[in-house]
C-alpha cells in the first residue's frame, strides 16, 4: 500500500498544489519549501505536454512530494506514459461508470491485476534495471489512482465505481458538480452535502478513501469532513496564486 495512502488513512493532514501554468521544477521547489506534501499536475485544463507533466513529477519525487497527475478525460493511453516517467498517482476526471474506473485501474497496474507495460526503469528506481519480479509489486503498491467524480450520474454509481479492484480513492468535483445541477459555485446547497454522503458511504463500505476538492473554504471542508472525507487538501492552483500575488503586490504601488 502507498505510503502516501497510508498518512491520509493515519489522518494526517496532506497539502497539495495543483499546477497548471508553470513549467518548471521551480513551481515544484515552491510547492516543497511551502509546506505541501503533493503535487497534482494538472493535464486537462493546460496545454501541458506529457514531456514537461513527466519532468515536474520526476522532480516532485526526487523532493519527496507526492505526483499525481490529472488527465485530460479519457485520455488513458496517456496513463503508461506519465507512470513510466514518474507520476505516482493518477487522476481520470469525470468518471460516470464502473467501466470507465476500471479501465483506469488496469492501465495503471501490471499484469495480473492490470495491463500496464512491462519496462525495467522508471525514475523511482534511479532509472536503475530492475527485474519485473521486483519492480512490478513495488510499483503496483505505490501507485495511487484517484476517480474523480464530478456528476450526479457518476455519484448514484458511487457504489459500484468504489468497488473496482484497483481504485484507491474517490474524488468529489465539488466545481462541475455544482454545475451540473444549476448551482454553480453554491457549495453550501444540500445536494452536494447529500453527494459527499452517498461517497463517503461507497468508499466506507469497499475501504477506499474520498476527498473533496474544489471547495477553497475550511469551514465548509470541515463540515465535510464528518461525513468522511480523507484530511487531503488542495490549497490552490498555481495560476490562482499568481493572481492574487500579483494583485497584492500591484496593491502596494496604488
Known amino acids: 500500500m502507498s505510503e ?101 485501474a488496469r492501465a495503471c497496474r501490471f499484469p495480473p491485476h492490470g495491463q500496464r507495460s512491462q519496462l525495467a526503469t522508471v525514475p523511482p528506481f534511479g532509472m536503475r534495471p530492475t527485474p519485473a519480479a521486483e519492480l512490478n509489486p513495488a510499483l503496483d503498491d505505490a501507485t495511487v489512482v484517484q476517480i474523480l467524480i464530478e456528476t450526479p450520474d457518476g455519484v448514484g454509481r458511487a457504489d459500484e465505481i468504489a468497488a473496482v479492484d484497483g481504485v484507491d480513492m474517490l474524488a468529489f468535483g465539488a466545481n462541475d458538480f455544482t454545475a451540473e445541477i444549476g448551482a454553480p459555485g453554491q457549495y453550501g446547497d444540500p445536494r452536494v452535502t447529500e453527494a459527499v454522503a452517498a461517497l463517503a458511504s461507497a468508499c466506507k463500505r469497499h475501504g477506499k478513501l474520498l476527498m473533496v476538492g474544489g471547495i477553497g473554504d475550511p469551514a465548509r471542508l470541515r463540515e465535510l469532513d464528518a461525513l468522511g472525507v480523507c484530511p487531503l487538501r488542495l490549497t490552490g492552483t498555481d495560476t490562482d496564486m499568481l493572481y492574487a500575488g500579483a494583485a497584492a503586490r500591484a496593491e502596494r504601488f496604488l
Not at 14 to 24: N, P
Open 4 to 104: 502516501f495512502l497510508d498518512r491520509l488513512r493515519g489522518g494526517e493532514q496532506c497539502l497539495v498544489l495543483a499546477i497548471r501554468s508553470s513549467r518548471t521544477a521551480d513551481v515544484v521547489r515552491v510547492a516543497k519549501s511551502t509546506g505541501h506534501d503533493a503535487v497534482l499536475i494538472d493535464l486537462e485544463h493546460s496545454v501541458m505536454s506529457l514531456d514537461v507533466a513527466a519532468a515536474l513529477a520526476a522532480t516532485a519525487s526526487d523532493l519527496g512530494l507526492f505526483p499525481f497527475v490529472r488527465l485530460p478525460e479519457a485520455e488513458y493511453g496517456a496513463i503508461g506514459r506519465l507512470l513510466d516517467c514518474g507520476a505516482g498517482g493518477i487522476v481520470a476526471p469525470r468518471i460516470q461508470t464502473p467501466g470507465q474506473a476500471a479501465t483506469v
